[in-house]
Nanobody, 120 residues
């Protein structure tokens, strides 16, 4: 059974930083492309970033390029998202998924997510 536990969210002022973590189990983490997806309040899910199974390739939605950095530790089965220069429009619940940017919509075993609120 796929289990994903996201953590690290919180309330931060504009321009601040947060680092999210996603602890994964129930599948071969090192064999999976991983994504971060977010859901802003009152809106649908939005793909944010993905990283290849060994971390050699990463992709980002245009709105976070240069501000967010995705990484992973396959020894710990953990995915990360370093978020810098945060903006109010980054406010959302953040989820991780063992899918890439093309196929994430087919995933249906979501964790609880972690709330990120950017506000002064």
């Amino acid at each position: 059974e796929v289990q994903l536990v996201e953590s690290g969210g919180g309330l931060v002022q504009p321009g601040g930083s947060l680092k999210l973590s996603c602890a994964a189990s129930g599948f071969t983490f090192s064999g999976s492309t991983m994504s971060w997806i977010r859901q802003p309040p009152g809106k649908g899910l939005e793909w944010v970033s993905d990283i290849s199974n060994f971390g050699f390739t990463a992709n980002y939605v245009d709105s976070v390029k240069g501000r967010f950095t995705i990484s992973r530790d396959n020894a710990k089965n953990t995915l990360y998202l370093q978020m810098d220069s945060l903006k109010p429009e980054d406010t959302a619940v953040y989820f991780c998924a063992p899918r890439g940017r093309i196929s994430w919509r087919s995933f249906d075993s979501w964790g609880r997510g972690t709330q990120v609120t950017v506000s002064s």
